[in-house]
């Protein structure tokens, strides 16, 4: 069974723009939840969604938002980009009624 | 609120020595525990798992046991190797639904280098 998958891996974009990345979890998983990775502030977490509703968000600034489709393809987009959010960005997904979550490689986003 | 603490790292290993990374966590009720691997450049792996109290998860050498009493959850394993060098990760996610749906918690990360 395939991986849960991120494009693209690598981004180079300058501040004010904004970036789209994607995320296509495992086959049957219906869960995905996704993650800022920074040295200085580790894991943090973004948001989550069920069935193409967000069920949960974290601490983050409405600049970063999300969305889920039909197939539990989800995308993650950040508008107006700042130095700060250069970072691995992780996608995770989860089977329904399982709490284990399985992750991407993740995509790396520079900001200049 | 919920939170994981790891041992202080990195931690430097000679090949074949023993190993133990420790997590503590403060959450309530029953969350599901989790450790997880990343390599340079990768994503996190799943390492293994525990569900309840006096769980052990294991998965290639490594074991980790659910201490209610104690809310750790430390990681060991007999005897590493030079291909165990990776930043390892305790996580935790409640049992409650709502605000805890999809959200781990992360411990900072513990950098573990095995010497030849």
């Known amino acids: 069974k395939a991986g849960v998958t991120q494009t693209p891996r690598y981004l180079i974009k300058t501040r004010g723009q904004q970036v789209t990345l994607s995320c296509s979890p495992i086959s049957g998983h219906r869960s995905v939840s996704w993650y800022q990775q920074t040295p200085g502030q580790g894991l943090q977490f973004l948001f989550e969604y069920f069935s193409e509703t967000q069920r949960n968000k974290g601490n983050f600034p409405g600049r970063f938002s999300g969305r889920q489709f039909s197939n539990s393809r989800s995308e993650m987009n950040v508008s107006t980009l700042e130095l700060g959010d250069s970072a691995l960005y992780l996608c995770?997904?989860?089977?329904?009624?399982?709490?284990?979550?399985?992750f991407g490689p993740g995509t790396r986003l520079t900001v200049l | 609120g919920d939170s994981v603490t790891q041992m202080e790292g990195p931690v430097t290993l000679s090949e074949e020595a023993f190993l133990t990374i420790n997590c503590t966590y403060t959450a309530t009720g029953y969350p599901s525990l989790f450790w997880y691997v990343q390599y340079p450049g990768e994503g996190l792996q799943l390492l293994l798992k525990?569900?309840?109290?006096?769980d052990k998860g294991s998965n290639k050498g490594f074991e980790a046991t659910y201490r209610k009493e104690t809310t750790s959850f430390h990681l060991e394993k007999g005897s590493v190797q030079v291909s165990d060098s990776a930043v390892y990760f305790c996580a935790l996610i409640p049992n409650a639904g709502g605000t805890s749906y999809g959200k781990l918690t992360f411990g900072q990360g513990t950098i573990l280098t095995v010497h030849p």
């Open positions: 525990a569900t309840k109290a006096d």
């Open positions: 995770a997904s989860s089977f329904p009624g399982d709490d284990t979550q399985y």
